[in-house]
């Protein structure tokens, strides 16, 4: 069912009673052209851009869990392009181009918000590190600009600019075309749009084992049985190395939780996305009022998908030293997931290991924002056999050329 | 607040230690070929499940093996290097 004003009329009359599943819940066949593992953002993308793109429908999505219960449905929902490197820019301005037509293109609202950003600096080194990135994103033909510090503080007037704060306000970068948009919405309109094309979605389905005969893939063993392919898309965050291991291949990944937290609803009292480069938290406000909160990794390495103590400590403080007012909000709820860090906080995409087996993996803390170009590039590769040109600079064999693309040293990010 | 064990000071708090890497990945002999050193610089197995790795001691500066389970965090051991 196409949706639609006439739609929604019509179902309300009838008491929202009818509305047909969103998916269907598929049961495996034998054998597909091609198989992503890994329901979340990237995973349900990249069987979208196979049906539509490449004209590929025999393709089935694997997923553990269920649709949307995984890092794409906990995340803090950030959409931004404000990187370093022409390669970065190249592969996260893809992904926001096509979150800016997404809403239509799925006839599904994802609640893209492009309420911008502000990359927030307190000290005259940082606004340093601001003009450099500021001026690489104008060189790499995103909007960005440096934010003085009259008007940074009139875009977050409730930001502690007393005269002993310790983080006043010196500026910032600004990225305008930056937001937020309602994540679950993200990967449930993929998961639509796939279906409506002939995709499998199969929920509650664990690969045991990834089977290669003669270097080259021929399918999966899951708990609902084998399932042959030899297109094989692995795109499962934080479980892509033990799958990796299955065929032999290890990976410069490593794993942590990252949390996040959710305030009570209050009404609008911050219309922008901060990042705080001084305390290195960041914040935006829901559409529902909460107050969405996330930081830096934890400090150790783990596959629990729940934070530790001290991070928490260490996000918090930073929210109450840019806001003090917001001490008397009371948090709904925190969570943590895993994510895939790789040693120059850029992702990997490209084939690995035995022939048919690719990679969309490596995102770290940033995968939500990426994920239309994500399933882009994990489709042109699955279609195609190759990379394609903003795929390439990402291939594993970045390591060994020593062609990094690092993240951490140039837009200062953490994952 | 977690705490792990420092061979040479007992347990402190887990803000006092540093992850430095995985363990029982060997420095490769001789020249070996591109390939091999970057899988011995950047390759890991990052196990769900124990792990064994080396981690510093920031606050007395000690490099030492901790055992522990990457899934429910508990401490399986810790070896000092000597």
Known sequence: MKYSAVTLAREALRGHRHWPEAWAKARPKAAYDAVIVGGGGHGLATAYYLAKTHGLSRVAVLEKGWIGGGNTGRNTTVIRSNYFYPESVALYDLALRLYE?????????????????????????????????????????????????????ARVPLANQAADARYRLMGGIWQGRAGVARHDAVAWG???????????????????????????????????????????????????PGLAAKVGVRLPIHTYALQAFVSEPVK??????????????????????????????????????????????????????????????????????????????????????????????????GGFKAIPAGGTLLAHMLATGDHHAISRPFDLDRFRTGRLIDEAAGSGIAH | MQRFPCPFCGPRAETEFHFAVE??????????????????????????????????????????????DTQTREILGAEDLG
């Open chain 1, 190 to 240: 993929y998961a639509r749009a796939a279906s409506r094309m002939g995709v499998d979605i199969i929920e509650g389905c664990d690969v045991q084992d990834i089977v290669v005969e003669a270097g080259r893939v021929t399918g999966v063993e899951t708990n609902l049985g084998p399932i042959r392919t030899n297109r094989l898309g692995l795109a499962a965050a934080g479980a892509t």
């Open chain 1, 268 to 365: 609008p009292i911050l219309d922008t996305v901060l990042l705080y480069l001084g305390t290195g938290t960041y914040l935006s406000q829901s559409d529902k009022g909460e107050l969405v909160i996330g930081g830096g990794l934890d400090r150790v390495p783990t596959h629990g998908q729940k934070g530790n103590l001290p991070a928490q400590e260490q996000v918090l403080s930073g929210v109450l030293e840019m806001f003090p007012s917001f001490g008397q909000l009371k948090l709904l709820r925190q969570w943590g997931g895993v994510v895939d860090v790789v040693p120059d906080s850029s992702p990997i995409l490209g084939p690995a290991g035995p022939e048919g087996v690719f990679l969309n993996c490596g995102w770290g803390t």
């Open chain 1, 101 to 153: 037509g997404l809403s239509r293109e799925l006839n599904y609202n994802v609640m893209l918000s492009q309420r911008g950003m502000l990359i927030a600096a307190h000290t005259p080194a940082q606004m340093e590190i601001c003009n450099r990135i500021a001026n690489a994103m104008q060189l790499n033909g995103v909007d960005g600009r440096l934010m003085d510090a009259e008007e940074a503080a």
């Open chain 2, 23 to 68: 363990a029982g990945h060997p420095r490769p002999d001789g020249a070996p070929s591109d390939a091999d050193w970057a899988a011995y610089l950047y390759d890991v197995d990052a196990p769900k499940g124990p792990a064994r790795e080396m981690w510093l001691h920031v606050t007395c500066g000690t490099y030492f093996l901790m055992t522990r």
